[in-house]
Nanobody, 125 residues
Framework: QVQLVESGGGLVQAGGSLRLSCVGSGGRTLSNYVMGWFRQAPGKEREFVAGISRGGGSTRYTDSVKGRFTISRDNVKNTVYLQMNILKPEDTANYYC?????????????????WGQGTQVTVAS
């Protein structure tokens, strides 16, 4: 059983930056999984933000964050990151990392097997 723990969230002014981290423990190492970041704002469905392949050589993003967010991973540290720049109020949400056994990072949340508890990101205008 893989446990995922996110950190790095907080309150930031619009235009600012945050870096989220997701550390894995237990079970198989994160290098065995494609990883994704999702977010969920109050009253909205959970949405895909970014995904990364097992080796880190391939990434994908939802259109609204392209050019502003960067997903990366360090398999030695068993950690996945989400660098978020030029933050906007509409980025405010609880951010979750997740692990999937699929070949490429899915955008559908049900294809992810393990989830963290989330970290809150609030962007003030």
């Amino acid at each position: 059983q893989v446990q995922l723990v996110e950190s790095g969230g907080g309150l930031v002014q619009a235009g600012g930056s945050l870096r989220l981290s997701c550390v894995g423990s237990g079970g198989r190492t994160l290098s065995n999984y494609v990883m994704g970041w999702f977010r969920q704002a109050p009253g909205k469905e959970r949405e895909f933000v970014a995904g990364i392949s097992r080796g880190g050589g391939s990434t994908r993003y939802t259109d609204s964050v392209k050019g502003r967010f960067t997903i990366s991973r360090d398999n030695v540290k068993n950690t996945v990151y989400l660098q978020m720049n030029i933050l906007k109020p509409e980025d405010t949400a609880n951010y979750y990392c997740a692990a999937s056994a699929e070949v490429i990072p899915p955008v559908i949340s049900t294809l992810y097997r393990y989830w963290g508890q989330g970290t809150q990101v609030t962007v003030a205008s």
